[in-house]
């Protein structure tokens, strides 16, 4: 029992398993929709897209979560650009924003004196770092965006499976995708502390994906996510005290090593199913050919 409870004795220890928990709510409600959309390219590209924001008020001495949301705001305004402007699709946009916003990012912390500490924060972020006031902030950001979540939650499960199907039921499929994408810049925004902006993209998609493959409907889902979510980032903070590795990094990696245990376990099981269906015919098939009563042979009478 003391190897579980040993890593939260302490108040900066409790406070980064509340700040993970809380991103893993956030990240596993949205990343839900992110997994059923087939959007998660675009989560990747989002979660980077936040760094020149976050840079730039790290080096600014500015509130990181306006330079954040400015950021997210810019690259949506880029990516809708380029889409409306060109013939190309919308993933190409998305690849090109992803790269250069990432490193437009790097440019910028770059000029700051503390380079690669910095860098490093904002990538991986500072799990054993968070404070009350971030517990707070994050806490409100996650209300706000489970709420929206749940009001939504009818427009973005039909804009799921058909976009013709939600506008001919008089919903507006791209306002429900514009707020969602505003649900994605929040759970960014509320999760770089505790996991990084680049290590949320683990809880982003990991749990909810993992919960794809074990249940059959949206609310299942995402319970199961959120479930996982938490799990992982518990079980990632008791890895890290004892094998003294970064906190957000192990609690990242987690659901994703969750997914292909998982995934490795139903194709075990369906092959042993199958081998029992492939032996349950053969045995009915002798059963047909095989006489279930051997036939009685008469002696000839003299």
């Known amino acids: 029992m003391e190897w579980l409870t040993a890593p939260f004795e302490l108040g900066f220890q409790q406070r ?25 390219f675009f989560g990747d590209a989002f979660v980077h897209g936040v760094m020149p924001g976050i840079a730039t008020a790290v080096l600014l001495g500015g509130n990181v979560y306006v330079g954040a949301a ?26 090109l924003l992803f790269v250069g916003m990432m490193a437009l990012g790097v440019v910028i912390i770059s000029m700051s004196d503390s ?3 910095s860098l490093t924060s904002i990538l991986f972020g500072d799990a054993l770092g968070v404070s009350v006031e971030h517990l707070w902030i994050q806490g409100g ?20 499976f058909s976009e013709a199907k939600a506008r001919s039921l008089g ?9 969602l994408l505003v649900m994605i810049g929040a759970a960014v925004i509320g999760s770089f502390q505790a996991v990084g902006t680049v290590l949320v993209f683990g809880l982003l998609v990991g749990p909810p994906a993992t919960a794809a493959l074990v249940t ?8 199961t996510a959120m479930v996982l979510g938490a799990f992982s980032v518990t079980l990632g903070l008791i890895l890290s005290f004892h094998w003294n590795t970064a906190a957000s990094a192990t609690m990242a990696l ?3 090593v969750l997914f292909f245990v998982v995934l490795t376990v139903q194709a075990v099981l369906r092959r042993g199913r199958g081998r029992g269906r492939r032996a349950g015919r053969r045995v009915a098939g002798d059963a047909v050919l095989t006489p279930a009563v051997e036939p009685t042979v008469k002696e000839p009478t003299a």
């Open 254 to 256: 987690v659901p994703i």
């Open 115 to 117: 380079y690669t500490g």
């Open 70 to 95: 400015v950021a997210a705001v810019v690259m949506l305004a880029g990516i809708s650009l380029v889409h409306r402007a060109t013939t190309l699709k919308e993933d190409t946009a998305i690849g």
């Open 216 to 223: 059959r409907t949206v609310p299942a889902m995402m319970f």
């Open 16 to 40: 980064a398993l509340m700040g993970g928990l809380i991103a893993a709510v956030m990240c596993s409600v949205v990343g839900t929709w992110l997994v059923l959309r087939g959007m998660s």
């Open 171 to 179: 919903m507006c499929p791209q306002l429900t995708h514009v707020l």
């Open 141 to 160: 950001i996650a209300a706000a965006v489970v709420l929206l979540a749940l009001l939504l939650y009818r427009p973005l499960l039909t804009l799921s």
